[in-house]
């Protein structure tokens, strides 16, 4: 059996957004600087450890991995609790981290649509009218949603609030590379923020 765990700048177990170095033990032990791209770098393992990750990066990592553990629990995705706001989206649209009726196609661990994928995303460029990230704070699914969205199409990051057990806005903003920022509003304990692909 093979196991992956996430580790902050301290060497400390930590959620995937926050995550430095993957090491990988299967035998012997491997250490792997994960710098900006997370998801690039995600090993093929039996069994993912993290702590305190967000629901989103949870259900993700569940549909690929058999075994995720968050602290010291095994995620369960059809035990999770989400219950994110309502949100408008286009007829083509990619939803990863959370998957609802109506989807083109969702990255996630459940669903009718689901595409069991992290990275490198298994579309075309520009395939999409809007994406949706439901708490996936990373460079990597950021670059690849930039990528599978059309020119002048919708990225709308969703993501508790700190005080819910989630993240800063400020910390959420700095994972959206190459998109111009539209909107940045708190809805039900959620922050959502909207931006557009310009080129």
Same mark, same amino acid.
């Given at each position: 059996m093979s196991i992956a765990i996430l580790k902050d700048a301290k060497g400390e177990v930590a959620p995937l957004w926050k995550a430095i170095s993957i090491e990988?033990?299967?035998?012997? *032990? &491997?250490?792997?600087?994960?710098?900006?791209? =997370?998801? $690039?770098?995600? +090993?093929?393992? !039996?069994?993912?450890?993290?702590k305190d990750m967000?629901?989103? &990066? /949870?259900? @993700?990592?569940?549909?690929?991995? $058999?075994?995720?553990?968050?602290?010291?629990? #095994?995620?369960?995705? !059809?035990k999770m609790i989400l219950n994110y706001p309502k949100m408008p989206f286009e007829a083509k649209s990619l939803s990863i981290g959370y998957c !609802?009726?109506?989807? $083109?196609?969702? /990255?996630?661990?459940a669903g009718s649509n689901s595409v069991h994928a992290i990275y490198p995303f298994p579309f075309r460029d520009e395939s999409f009218k809007s994406v949706l990230s439901y708490e996936v704070l990373d460079y990597d699914i950021v670059r690849e949603s930039y990528r599978v969205l059309r020119k002048g199409g919708k990225f709308f @990051? #969703?993501?508790? !609030? &700190?005080?819910?057990?989630?993240? =800063? +806005?400020? *910390?959420?903003?700095k994972f959206l590379i190459k998109f111009s920022l539209s909107s940045a509003y708190l809805r039900d304990g959620f922050w959502i923020i909207e931006a557009r692909k310009i080129k």
């Open positions: 990988t033990v299967n035998g012997s *032990t &491997e250490l792997v600087n994960a710098g900006m791209g =997370r998801s $690039s770098v995600l +090993p093929q393992v !039996d069994v993912l450890m993290g967000l629901a989103g &990066e /949870m259900n @993700l990592l569940s549909s690929v991995y $058999s075994i995720v553990v968050n602290h010291n629990k #095994i995620v369960r995705y !059809d !609802d009726e109506g989807f $083109s196609a969702c /990255m996630s661990a @990051l #969703i993501f508790r !609030d &700190e005080i819910f057990g989630g993240v =800063r +806005p400020n *910390t959420a903003l």
